[in-house]
């Protein structure tokens, strides 16, 4: 599917055309202010929920469908199918991956916010579990995508160990005030997990976790104080309810 063209969640013809960073639909004359990309793919074991949960009707025209049999396959179909201004629906935080390396490559520089309850900062030699889904930020900085002091990572509260070095090692904020004042463009990452467990309905819940208030709150201020070029949504489960607390928080990032 091109990325000029795209499925007006309104009128479902194949009629929402890229204007600028949105979509206008010639056939209803909605316009939106992003692009969706639905990525339902989790590389990693039992991850059924984030896949189904990648099909939550988001109110945003659907630019593309990315489904490939390799992470690196998944990356590439992504970063080149990537419109103006993306909202990404996974699966899992893997999505996140391609629509990073897509702005950078567009941009020429862009910075991460990675809210999750975990840091996805493993490697193969490090991961407990062996799962890909733990890995992607890792994947973006190791790649050369960001620098990792363009990258913040809010939120955690379950951090493996060489997690905790390697945050402190290389300089990853934990706060988006720092990377917000280096750079302008940022794509923001949101794990679902980071909320609450009784805010949004996740598959891999973590207690202590802050409220979609306070969430929204701080969208709010990465919108007002730099450009978000993107973002996307990862880590759910598939409950009809997360839709309207979706797009308060898409609303809040302005996309």
């Known amino acids: 599917m091109s990325i000029l063209r795209a499925k007006c ?6 009629t929402a055309v890229a204007v600028d960073p949105g979509y206008e639909c010639h056939s209803c004359g909605r316009t939106f202010d992003a ?14 929920a984030m896949i189904e949960s990648a099909a939550l009707p988001l109110d ?3 630019v593309a469908l990315v489904e490939e049999d390799t992470l690196a396959a998944q990356t590439l179909a992504v970063a080149s199918d990537l419109p103006v201004r993306p909202l990404v629906l996974g699966g899992c935080c893997c ?3 391609g629509a990073v390396e897509g702005l950078a490559a567009r941009l020429g520089r862009v910075g991460v916010i990675w809210l999750d309850a975990h840091g996805d900062l493993n490697t193969p030699q490090t991961s407990p579990s062996g799962n890909e889904w733990g890995m992607p930020l890792r994947m973006i900085i190791d790649g050369g995508a960001v620098d990792p002091q363009d990258v913040c990572v809010w939120g955690a509260r379950n951090l493996d160990p060489p997690e905790v070095e390697y945050i402190a090692d290389v300089g990853i904020h934990t706060e988006p005030g720092p990377v917000l004042d280096r750079v302008r463009d940022v794509y923001v990452a949101l794990d679902c997990d ?8 996740v598959f891999m819940p973590e207690p202590k976790g802050p409220t979609l208030a306070d969430v929204e709150k701080l969208l709010i201020g990465i919108r007002e104080q730099g450009n978000v070029a993107g973002a996307g949504f990862t880590g759910l489960a598939p409950d009809p309810a997360n839709v309207e607390r979706l797009e ?5 990032l302005g996309v």
């Open 248 to 252: 308060r928080l898409a609303t809040a």
């Open 60 to 62: 945003y025209p659907e």
């Open 9 to 14: 969640p309104t009128c479902h013809a194949y």
């Open 194 to 201: 980071v909320l609450d467990p009784g805010e949004m309905a």
């Open 35 to 48: 692009g969706l990309v639905r990525v339902p793919r989790a590389w990693g074991d039992g991850g059924e």
């Open 95 to 97: 999505a996140h991956i």
